[in-house]
């Protein structure tokens, strides 16, 4: 019944994104709740995988949270928006019901809106003016790294993540 | 012991016992023809191969297709040369493109081409001609296609706030192109040698010997790719927006809002069908990002991202 009454539709207005109103959201894995959005800090609970929460505000990687009397800063790797539980078939509403959005400050739209299916992907054709207009639109580095530096973006030095152990076995050549 | 590594022992054994009574050609072949029945569906009893299992798609028996030996080497190692990959890119991309045109606002395609080519400069692939497109479909995804082919919808678009997610959901792309993971599906499921029998034939549109090779129109797309692939796309992907200076939140954002949209919208079923759910990427993710990027403090620049009109 829960789920009924967080799944129906909020009508909220445009705010500020780092302001965002409650929504709910489901722990990954058992983590530390922080009094601030920083592994250093004190810590001021903790949540266990699958618990819910309700999500309060986002800053870089951080959520602040709320799961029971306790309010902290959580990793936003750490929580899934939606309260249907860890799994990933299924979940996240009722059927048929309004959606409850992660973030309801952006613009709703679902209904009756048509995907892209795998017949229609099945059955295109080569469509060599699309291709032509696709070509013609790209640009040079020389190009992309002048809009980026207008900004201010600069390249960073940043090492790549390690594989999981998980998924160390996996190379398609690899079981012999 | 890897694949390679046996070859190679079997080659210098070869070299070195040049009177061998051991038939190194016919060896390959067996291991070749082995390494492709492999992803049959029933792996079971493969040392009968005249009980052949009926194929469900129209597939070719890869058992029955003559190894050519000058292709060997492509198929114990697996590399397409530059040309080979851009041909089938170019291909899947005209198909994608005849499935779903272009959204007809060339702000938003240079944009999004500006931010992109941005990114994929981080990843250190630079031979080949980066190219973006925003497709007119409300449908949720974003596609790849190999030699630098990189496709987003405006249905995933529109629920993007700030260039940072954008670069989160290129880098996702471009990463599926520079771990050339459509190619390493070609590779295991369909016939070797298509490509090396037309070598130097150019296509000015739709390219017969490619096609055969992908199959039908553009259902490689359809088809998806392992869900390590995918783990690995965000994990390489995420890297890229941040050595590009974005918020390396960007993805992670958006996989949030992904998770948040009812599992029922058909926006997004071909994307359910493809990918793991928003959730398990996330859980992924967090694995192996950790506190690796406590420290970052990229941009986000919503003041210039391009809104739809």
């Known amino acids: 019944m829960r789920k009924i009454l967080t799944a129906t539709l909020m009508v909220l207005g445009w705010g500020v994104a780092s302001a965002v109103s409650a929504a709910t959201g489901t722990v990954l894995r058992d983590e530390k709740l ?22 309060l505000s986002r800053e870089g990687g951080w ?50 809106l048509r995907g892209l299916s795998d017949e229609q992907l099945k059955q295109a054709q080569f469509n060599a003016d699309e291709l032509a207009r696709l070509e013609a639109q790209s640009v040079t580095t020389g190009q992309a790294s002048g809009f980026a530096s207008q900004s201010g973006l600069a390249a960073l030095k940043v090492q790549g993540l390690p594989k999981p152990r998980a998924e160390q076995q996996a190379s398609p050549w690899g079981e012999n | 012991m890897s694949l390679k590594h046996l070859i190679l022992a079997a080659l210098l054994a070869a070299t070195s016992l040049p009177a061998s009574a051991f038939d190194l050609g016919k060896f390959l072949e067996d291991r070749v023809n082995r390494k492709l029945n492999k992803n049959e569906p029933a792996q079971t009893a493969p040392a009968q191969p005249s009980t052949a299992p009926a194929q469900t798609a129209a597939a070719p028996q890869p058992a029955k297709q003559k190894v050519d030996p000058t292709q060997l080497g492509f198929a114990l190692f697996g590399d397409y040369s530059l040309e080979e990959e851009v041909r089938i890119g170019r291909q899947i991309a005209g198909n994608l493109l005849g499935a779903v045109p272009l959204v ?25 001609t980066w190219r973006f497109g925003v497709l007119d479909t409300e449908a949720i995804n974003a596609f790849a296609a190999p030699g630098g082919y990189v496709f987003v919808t405006k249905g995933l678009y529109r629920m993007l706030e700030n260039e940072a997610e954008l670069a989160g959901v290129l880098g996702h792309e471009i990463a599926h192109i520079t771990q050339k993971h459509h190619l390493k599906v070609l590779k295991q499921s369909t016939l070797i ?15 017969q010997v490619v096609q055969n090779l992908i199959g039908n129109g553009a259902e490689i797309m359809a088809r998806g790719l392992d869900k390590n692939a995918e783990y690995e796309a965000d994990r390489v992907g995420i890297v890229y927006a941040a050595r590009a200076g974005y918020d390396p939140w960007g993805l992670p954002s958006v996989l949030q809002e992904l ?49 739809l009109r």
Do not use: C
């Open chain 1, 34 to 55: 922080y009094t601030q959005p920083s592994a250093t800090a004190s810590v001021a609970g903790s949540v266990a995988r699958g618990a819910n929460v309700t999500i």
């Open chain 1, 63 to 112: 959520l602040r949270v709320t799961s029971g009397r306790t309010t902290g800063w959580v990793r936003l790797l750490s929580v899934r928006a939606g309260s249907g539980g860890l799994g990933g078939a299924g979940i996240g509403d009722v059927v048929g019901a309004a959606t409850t959005r992660s973030d309801p400050t952006r613009v709703v739209a679902v209904a009756g």
């Open chain 2, 104 to 128: 007809r606002d060339d702000a938003l395609q240079r944009y999004v081409n500006l931010v992109g080519n941005w990114v994929a400069q981080q990843s250190g692939r630079n031979d080949v």
């Open chain 2, 193 to 207: 040698g298509a490509l090396g029998q037309a070598a130097g034939q150019r296509a000015q549109g739709s390219d």
């Open chain 2, 259 to 307: 998770a948040g949209l009812p599992s029922g919208d058909n926006r997004t079923s071909l994307l359910y069908k493809t990918h793991p759910h928003p959730a398990d990427r996330l859980a992924a993710l967090g694995e192996a990002v950790g506190e690796s990027f406590d420290t970052l403090r990229g941009k986000d620049l919503a003041n210039r991202f391009y809104r």
